[in-house]
């Protein structure tokens, strides 16, 4: 089992950052390849950014360069760096894993990002 709790979410101005968390309980984080997606409402759940243990990172094409996701296996956590914010990344973003060898997802709750003036 993997149990996964975001944080970092909130109201920010446009061109602002912020830097969501996510930690995970459990002791198949560090096999697991990590992830966040965002959703609005009415819309799909969408990929933002993925990382596995050791290998590349995947960026959607609307967050490239802008936004860095990262990983400390030591701390079971792994985060996502927004920069240069828009208003259509508003959004409830949600941290992913994704187990391989026993083909499994776990989800987290979920935190509100919110880019406004």
């Known amino acids: 089992q993997v149990r996964l709790v975001e944080s970092g979410g909130g109201l920010v101005q446009p061109g602002g950052s912020l830097r969501l968390s996510c930690v995970a309980s459990g002791s198949m984080f560090s096999i697991a390849t990590m992830g966040w997606y965002r959703q609005t409402p009415g819309k799909e759940r969408e990929l933002v950014a993925t990382?596995?243990?050791?290998?590349?990172?995947n960026y959607a094409d609307s967050v490239k360069g802008r936004f860095t996701i990262s990983r400390d296996n030591a701390k079971n956590t792994v985060y996502l760096q927004m920069n240069s914010l828009k208003p259509e990344d508003t959004a409830v973003y949600y941290c992913?894993?994704?187990?391989?060898?026993?083909?499994?997802?776990?989800w987290g709750q979920g935190t509100q990002v919110t880019v406004s003036s």
């Open positions: 990382i596995p243990d050791g290998g590349r990172t």
């Open positions: 992913n894993a994704y187990v391989s060898i026993i083909n499994r997802y776990y």
